[in-house]
């Protein structure tokens, strides 16, 4: 059984997805914390399901690095085996990525390399392409720049808008973090394309 501590920014689904997975007792993992760089409406999430949630806000901060290192002491108290970024916006100052180094995942909605940052679904509307996805990578100090550790495609059918095809990639978001945490939990090489 590994512990997790999950960050998120808005509305908690791919969290609402892991605490509904985890109420499995055979499910190899237990999400111990959940934060947040605002008063995210997913914080409830976590408060029905009796896990602890903390906020740090980086306006009350004079730098992003001191921002930074108050988030990973909050992180860092509830001991975590794995951190997982899922829809937090933030992009973490290289002291935070350094000190999680391996045990720092994000989850991120297309196919990277492609369409990276934090309008991908948008982006890959605009280019008129036929298929985007899921991308669940180890964060590193670039802008979803680490080692992938799986993907997922989706298919991008005509008519879709943001909408549709942001609702049609949460769904297969939810599916694929839980299974990723999983295969980490057992410590098992995951494999390439799901």
Not at 88 to 101: C, D, H, S
Not at 122 to 133: E, H, N, P, S
Not at 158 to 163: A, L, T
Not at 167 to 194: D, F, G, N, Y
Request: hydrophobic share 45%; aromatic share 4%.
């Amino acid at each position: 059984m590994i512990s997790v501590v999950v960050l998120i920014s808005g509305s908690g689904s791919n969290l609402l997805a892991l605490l509904q997975k985890s109420e499995n007792p055979i499910y190899p993992a237990k999400i111990v914390a959940v934060g947040s760089d605002c008063d995210a409406a997913g914080l409830e999430h976590a408060e029905l399901y009796e896990v602890d949630t903390f906020v740090v806000n980086p306006a009350q901060f004079s730098s992003k690095e001191d921002w930074a290192t108050t988030l990973l002491a909050n992180v860092q108290h509830h001991q975590p085996d794995l951190v997982v970024l899922a829809g937090f916006m933030r992009i973490l100052p290289a002291n935070f990525v350094t000190a999680l180094k391996g045990k720092l995942i994000n989850i991120h909605p297309s196919l990277l390399p492609e369409f990276k940052g934090a309008h991908a679904v948008r982006d890959a509307l605009a280019a008129g392409v036929t298929k985007t996805g899921v991308t669940i990578h180890y964060v590193d100090e670039g802008i979803d720049t680490g080692d992938i550790i799986v993907q997922s495609e989706v298919l991008i059918e005509p008519g879709d808008s943001e909408r549709t095809l942001h609702e049609r990639i949460k769904k297969v978001e939810h599916e694929l973090l839980a299974a990723t945490i999983e295969q980490l939990a057992h410590q098992q090489s995951p494999v390439a394309k799901l």
